[in-house]
């Protein structure tokens, strides 16, 4: 197997598709997007911001990348590797998007679960072509220094810049799905994964920053319209965080920072050690289109 970028982006502007040279994606009614210095573009028209910087800042794209790359959640991330390799089709190409791929930790062990199945098989000649969309600047920078065998958009998943039918694997990782544009850019047949947290993801730091928890939304199961069941599984394990800069870090990535009133965030900062349970879904539906 082998690694390599996605190619196939659409216009922001008018959805014709764009093509990569002379330092810029350009379509051809003549709108051109400009390839960063770190490798990345920017398909995110002023008019699809809600606000000046929308996304993750400098900050909470820092201390994800330095929770993540501890190791602390790899085991949400093989098992989101596994469950897109066993997609691959032998001989061809396996194109797969991370929508709000945040600083590219999932695409960058995707990358290397995908190199070690290479090593172990000889003669393996799939293809992973990997995108992803983040509407963070800075998670989007962040993520095109560390990889270059990808393709990394400023964009938002409510108007995907990728072409219709392109896609055999989106990701929506702890994000926010848009079902609607997820269907326009799977094949026929494609696959979206999700994870999303469980009732007692993070129920530990979540009693001592909040005075009480909610209860958990239910959850049916109901796949988006156009999808049906493919898979759900669920994933626990424990984590022990030693010190209170991974505990802040921890904190700073989750919508929790900005949730909890400040007597939770202090007590949050007064921990030394913090032993946490990770709780998440993992669900995959097949996509079917109408008709």
């Known amino acids: 197997m082998r690694t390599t970028m996605f190619r196939a982006l659409a216009c922001p502007l008018d959805g014709e598709p764009l093509r990569r040279g002379d330092g810029a994606w350009r379509c051809d009614a003549g709108h051109g997007f400009d390839i960063a210095r770190q490798g990345y573009v920017n398909l995110l028209p ?3 911001k809600r606000s000046r910087d929308p996304g993750d800042s400098k ?3 820092a201390a994800r990348r330095r929770f993540l790359e501890a190791g602390h959640y790899r085991p949400i991330a093989e098992a989101v590797a596994r469950a897109v390799l066993a997609q691959a089709p032998a001989g061809g190409t396996l194109r797969c998007l991370d929508a709000g791929c945040g600083e590219g930790y999932y695409l960058r062990e995707l990358a290397r679960a995908h190199e ?3 090593d172990g098989a000889a003669g393996d000649d799939r293809t992973l072509a990997l995108l992803g969309v983040d509407i963070s600047k800075w998670a989007v920078l962040a993520a095109a220094k560390q990889q270059k065998a990808a393709t990394w958009v400023v964009g938002t998943n ?3 810049p990728v072409q219709e039918s392109s896609l055999d694997v989106v990701l929506c990782l702890f994000g926010f799905p848009v079902y609607p544009e997820f269907a326009r850019v799977l094949k026929p047949g494609g696959v979206l994964l999700r994870v999303d947290a469980g009732p007692d993801h993070l129920r530990e730091l979540r ?3 909040y005075p009480s928890l909610k209860p958990p939304r239910a959850d049916n199961g109901t796949p988006p319209q156009g999808f049906a069941p493919l898979s759900r599984e669920t994933l626990r394990d424990t984590i022990y965080l030693d010190g209170a800069g991974p505990i802040a870090d921890l904190l700073a990535m989750t919508p929790h ?7 939770g965030r202090e007590r949050a ?3 030394e050690s913090l032993t946490v349970t990770l709780d998440v879904r993992l669900t995959q539906w097949v996509y079917h ?3």
Not at 257 to 263: D, G, N
């Open 46 to 48: 002023v008019q699809h």
């Open 59 to 61: 900050e909470m794209v």
């Open 116 to 118: 070690q199945a290479q």
């Open 158 to 160: 409510a108007h995907l």
């Open 207 to 209: 009693e001592i920053i």
């Open 257 to 263: 920072l900005h949730r909890a009133k400040a007597e």
């Open 269 to 271: 900062a007064a921990l």
């Open 289 to 291: 289109p109408a008709g």
